[in-house]
């Protein structure tokens, strides 16, 4: 069965702090993806990787940063987090060689204070 | 620009009546895939249904299909024969880049759809 997984379900944060959120999949594939999902707005890219190493700005990267050193690790990080930052993050991989549908994570809910 | 578009941010439906879920896109790849999917109150994301912008044919699953409109740039979801089980945000996406490796994923605002008894 394949998975997905964030990290946390749930987080509390105070501004200013420096936040790591965590996605590991097993599928070995290639692109993973970072979104956060406000009402109405729905899910916006942060960032993708497409590879070890390898990274690219979606529509919304101000303020977050992300590392992909192993294939099956993706981190978002928010050097400073601030309350306009509280959101619910979603992290997605996807086979890009066969396969169509994306695998999502659980989601964390991030709360800054 | 949007990629992805959803213009009804609420859906009304009766139990076992049939609705369409609009979705339109913006892409000058030729080669892209249209997904839906389905966010509960749960939270969690599940995949209902995919077009591959060189398939000839709309994809069907089970009561979901997709009424794909290549030169009008849509992708409309319909679902028949409504459940209430089926009262849950709609997402509309779009995976551009299909022949490389370098693959980007984006969605719509989404649609809320109520399913009434």
């Known amino acids: 069965d394949v998975k997905v997984t964030q990290s946390s379900r749930y987080l509390v944060k105070r501004t200013g702090e420096k936040v790591f959120l965590e996605c590991v999949q097993d599928m070995d594939h290639e692109n993973m993806f970072w979104y956060r999902q406000d009402p109405g707005l729905g899910l916006r890219l942060i960032y993708f990787s497409y590879d070890v190493k390898m990274k690219e700005k979606g529509d919304i990267p101000e303020g977050y940063s992300v590392s992909r050193e192993k294939k099956e690790r993706f981190s978002l990080i928010l050097e400073s987090a601030s309350t306009n930052q509280t959101s619910m993050y979603l992290c997605?991989?996807?086979?890009?060689?066969?396969?169509?549908?994306?695998?999502f994570g659980q989601g964390t809910r991030l709360t800054v204070v | 620009a949007q990629k992805i578009t959803q213009t009804q941010p609420g859906m009304f439906v009766q139990e076992k009546e049939a609705v369409t879920l609009d979705c339109t896109y913006d892409t000058s790849d030729p080669s892209y895939g249209l997904f839906w999917y389905k966010q509960p109150s749960s939270g969690e994301m599940i995949f209902l249904i995919y077009q591959g912008s060189y398939d000839q044919q709309n994809a069907t699953e089970g009561r979901y299909s997709l009424n794909f409109q290549k030169a009008r740039k849509s992708a409309n979801l319909v679902i028949s024969a409504s459940q209430l089980g089926d009262s849950a945000m709609y997402f509309c996406a779009m995976r551009e880049g299909l022949n490389t490796g370098f693959q980007k994923l984006v969605f719509g605002t989404g649609t809320r759809l109520l399913v009434s008894p």
């Open positions: 997605a991989s996807l086979d890009t060689t066969k396969g169509t549908e994306a695998f």
